[in-house]
């Protein structure tokens, strides 16, 4: 449990920890914009959420813990270039390599729980895995802003011995699981259409706010998504193995999970990074000020994560993820109504850091949990689909804000917050909508 919780804190924890650093990093590259220092941020979305199912269909086939220790020697050799990068070139370079690393890591650290613990223990685990990306996701800007008062070459250094450590006690203590040999290797068409769908729609949302919503390039981007996304579900109907196997939507509980992941993490992308930049940028915080000033969200999540098996054989898992979606929304509403140009922390931001943290703890555990509810051989692939949908959504999410808030205002945020209330709505209603039907 230890190996497979660090290595997926270390890869989820690199995606958010990263934008309280883009200032320092373009300090220390003279003469590049900011358009191109934000490609630090945008190659690893792309190509993490790309990656991640191709990935997950392959270690199944190939090999589950050969997947796992192959993607965090990566992640670790690949750190270790960044954070000795001498251009930004190398650097984006670098991200974009440490994102396939971390998405071979995340989908398969979840498949290997099943097989590593009795099926009785299977809620608590799970509900400890996914409690594990609620909190690296809420701690990446606390632990980014102290990190970057030292240098900011440290957010990729420290996952140098991290990375070491886990690689050997992975292959002391993890489990080897793949399918029987014989087992048809995933179709090729339908991992390329795939790939290409998800890339070009994240690039589309990456740099739509910049190009411009009708900007014949954005909405090339687009076209050629919805291509490839149309090629992605034919295959998926008609080949023998696809990437994507339609059996992972026959239960209602997966289907439920994949849509109200993606909505809710649109809404959580702004929630993590509205409240970084309307601290620094419009209340003047320093970049640890403002991280320090979040981590009442990560503790509070901390709290319900580590309780998610209890929630979950109590309440079963409906009932936590729509109260934590729920919760997103009226964070929203009540920093529309509370914050403004005048600092007032503990008035104003303090308490929706609360509920975010009530709902990263008790939304997404119940939501990767339904991976569970799948045949044992589709355990890492269904992984792959959910978290595909969380960084697609985030892509989204963080296109959104950038959109609604081109200038540091309290309208604009407030537009942000508005979406991420919808946001949080419209998963509870997904969740509600789709929720397994009892039988006596």
């Given at each position: 449990?230890?190996?497979?919780?660090?290595?997926?804190?270390?890869?989820?924890?690199?995606?958010?920890?990263?934008?309280?650093?883009l200032?320092?990093?373009?300090?220390?590259?003279?003469?590049t914009?900011?358009?191109?220092?934000?490609?630090?941020?945008?190659?690893?979305?792309?190509?993490?959420?790309?990656?991640?199912?191709?990935?997950?269909?392959?270690?199944?086939?190939?090999?589950?813990?050969?997947?796992?220790?192959?993607?965090?020697?990566?992640?670790?050799?690949?750190?270790?270039?960044?954070?000795a990068?001498?251009?930004l070139?190398?650097?984006?370079?670098a991200?974009?390599?440490?994102?396939?690393?971390?998405?071979?890591?995340?989908?398969?650290?979840?498949?290997?729980?099943?097989?590593?613990?009795?099926?009785?223990?299977?809620?608590?685990?799970?509900?400890?895995?996914?409690?594990?990306?609620?909190?690296?996701?809420?701690a990446?800007?606390p632990?980014?802003g102290?990190?970057?008062?030292?240098?900011?070459?440290?957010?990729f250094?420290?996952?140098?011995?991290?990375?070491?450590a886990?690689?050997?006690?992975?292959?002391?203590?993890?489990?080897?699981?793949?399918?029987?040999r014989?087992?048809?290797?995933?179709?090729?068409?339908?991992?390329?259409?795939?790939?290409?769908?998800?890339?070009?729609?994240?690039?589309?949302?990456?740099?739509?706010?910049?190009w411009?919503?009708?900007?014949?390039?954005?909405?090339?981007?687009?076209?050629?998504?919805?291509?490839?996304?149309?090629a992605?579900?034919e295959?998926?109907?008609?080949?023998?193995?696809?990437?994507?196997?339609?059996?992972?939507?026959?239960?209602?509980?997966?289907?439920?999970a994949?849509?109200?992941?993606?909505?809710?993490?649109?809404?959580?992308?702004?929630?993590?990074?509205?409240?970084?930049?309307?601290?620094?940028?419009?209340?003047?915080?320093?970049?640890?000020?403002?991280?320090?000033?979040?981590?009442?969200?990560?503790?509070?999540?901390?709290?319900?994560?580590?309780?998610?098996?209890?929630i979950?054989?109590?309440?079963?898992?409906?009932a936590?993820?729509?109260?934590?979606?729920?919760?997103?929304?009226?964070?929203?509403?009540?920093?529309?109504?509370?914050?403004?140009?005048?600092p007032?922390?503990w008035?104003?931001?303090?308490?929706?850091?609360?509920?975010?943290?009530?709902?990263?703890?008790?939304?997404?555990?119940p939501?990767?949990?339904?991976a569970?509810?799948?045949?044992?051989?589709?355990?890492?692939?269904?992984?792959?689909?959910?978290?595909?949908?969380?960084?697609?959504?985030?892509?989204?999410?963080?296109?959104?804000?950038?959109?609604?808030?081109?200038?540091?205002?309290?309208?604009?945020?407030?537009?942000?917050?508005?979406?991420?209330?919808?946001?949080?709505?419209?998963?509870?209603?997904?969740?509600?909508?789709?929720?397994?039907?009892?039988?006596?």
């Open positions: 449990m230890a190996v497979l919780g660090a290595v997926a804190f270390m890869a989820q924890l690199d995606f958010f920890v990263v934008n309280v650093a200032d320092g990093i373009g300090q220390s590259f003279p003469g914009s900011v358009a191109s220092v934000s490609w630090i941020l945008s190659a690893y979305a792309i190509v993490f959420a790309a990656v991640l199912v191709p990935a997950g269909r392959i270690a199944d086939h190939w090999g589950r813990k050969k997947m796992l220790l192959s993607g965090v020697a990566l992640f670790t050799l690949t750190s270790a270039v960044a954070a990068a001498p251009s070139g190398v650097l984006v370079g991200r974009a390599l440490q994102a396939v690393g971390a998405a071979m890591i995340v989908p398969t650290s979840l498949g290997l729980l099943y097989p590593s613990f009795p099926e009785r223990q299977h809620t608590l685990v799970v509900g400890l895995w996914a409690g594990v990306g609620a909190i690296a996701a809420s990446g800007p632990v980014g102290l990190l970057v008062t030292l240098d900011w070459r440290w957010i250094l420290i996952n140098v011995p991290v990375g070491i886990t690689l050997v006690a992975g292959a002391l203590l993890l489990p080897e699981v793949r399918q029987p014989g087992a048809a290797v995933p179709d090729a068409p339908s991992a390329l259409a795939l790939l290409l769908a998800v890339s070009l729609l994240v690039l589309a949302a990456v740099q739509g706010p910049g411009g919503w009708t900007d014949l390039r954005t909405v090339a981007l687009f076209a050629a998504a919805a291509l490839a996304a149309a992605t579900v295959r998926t109907l008609r080949a023998k193995a696809p990437v994507i196997e339609k059996q992972l939507f026959a239960g209602r509980q997966f289907t439920a994949t849509a109200a992941l993606f909505l809710f993490s649109a809404g959580f992308a702004i929630v993590l990074l509205s409240t970084a930049l309307f601290m620094q940028e419009v209340w003047h915080f320093s970049p640890l000020r403002a991280g320090v000033s979040i981590a009442p969200a990560p503790l509070t999540s901390i709290a319900f994560a580590m309780n998610a098996g209890p979950q054989h109590r309440l079963g898992r409906t936590p993820a729509v109260t934590g979606t729920l919760a997103m929304a009226l964070a929203a509403g009540y920093w529309i109504a509370s914050v403004h140009t005048t007032d922390y008035g104003g931001m303090f308490p929706g850091l609360i509920l975010v943290g009530l709902a990263g703890g008790l939304t997404q555990a939501l990767f949990a339904a569970g509810t799948l045949a044992p051989e589709r355990a890492t692939t269904g992984s792959a689909v959910l978290n595909m949908s969380r960084q697609i959504g985030s892509a989204v999410g963080v296109a959104l804000l950038v959109a609604l808030t081109p200038q540091a205002t309290t309208t604009g945020f407030d537009h942000a917050w508005s979406v991420q209330a919808g946001a949080g709505i419209a998963a509870a209603g997904a969740l509600l909508a789709l929720r397994p039907r009892h039988t006596p």
